[in-house]
């Protein structure tokens, strides 16, 4: 069946530090990707996806690049600030006809000032 | 844009116990889900459901019973509270059909059991 692989469960940075959440993900033919963020007492919403082959996504600074050949949409940010403490989820979309959704495990970010 | 309600925000309930959690979405949604949330696992679907009337399994629906009687809202079940058991159920929405379209979450009812 189709699943998402987070490597990562927690990471600590500080401030102005490069960020990289890695993403794996298998599903069949060419599933919509995800990228969603979660702050304390809210619900998950969503960063930014992308549908195709090399399509980059963005938000915020946030980007992740779809790429089939290895099945990756790993996140990045050049320069994390303390806001952005949260816990990210990568997601894949199968298209079927109930559009079932498909989240990884999560990756609990904390930012050092 | 439209949100999606939880009630209650916080349940306390004794092992045994029946309880209830609900869900309202003003999206028009036709896509209705749930999730547990547990610190490490991510999210796991509980139940789905596709319409009005609707329900469908998902990989954690043991111990849950879920109902769709409207297309606005969507309860959640736990039919019996297991002690020590704490957990975040978040209901979620989407238009549903084959494309990319987004989920929106609700920001959850925190479940815990003594």
């Known amino acids: 069946g189709d699943s998402v692989t987070q490597t990562e469960g927690q990471v600590a940075l500080s401030e102005e530090d490069f960020l990289t959440i890695h993403c794996n993900y298998s599903?069949?033919?060419?599933?919509?990707l995800f990228w969603y963020v979660q702050y304390p007492g809210e619900g998950p919403q969503l960063l930014f996806r992308a549908s195709r082959d090399k399509e980059k996504g963005s938000s915020r600074g946030f980007e992740a690049t779809y790429d089939k050949g290895t099945t990756s949409f790993h996140l990045r940010k050049a320069s994390v600030q303390e806001s952005d403490s949260a816990v990210y989820y990568c997601a894949l979309s199968d298209h079927t006809g109930y559009q079932n959704f498909y989240f990884g495990k999560g990756t609990s970010l904390t930012v050092i000032p | 844009g439209g949100i999606i309600t939880q009630t209650p925000k916080f349940l306390i309930g004794q092992e045994g116990q029946k309880l209830t959690l609900k869900c309202q979405q003003n999206?028009?949604?036709?896509?209705m889900y749930w999730y547990r949330q547990d610190s490490g696992k991510g999210l796991r679907l509980i139940y789905y459901?596709?319409?009005?009337?609707?329900?469908q399994k998902g990989d954690l629906s043991e111990g849950y019973d879920a109902s769709r009687e409207k297309k606005s809202s969507f309860s959640l079940t736990v039919t019996s509270a297991q002690k020590n058991e704490m957990a975040v159920f978040l209901c979620?929405?989407?238009?549903?059909?084959?494309?990319?379209?987004?989920?929106?979450f609700g920001k959850g009812t925190r479940l815990t059991v003594v």
């Open positions: 459901s596709i319409t009005e009337n609707d329900l």
């Open positions: 999206f028009n949604h036709d896509t």
């Open positions: 979620a929405s989407s238009m549903g059909g084959a494309g990319n379209t987004e989920v929106f």
């Open positions: 599903a069949s033919g060419y599933p919509t």
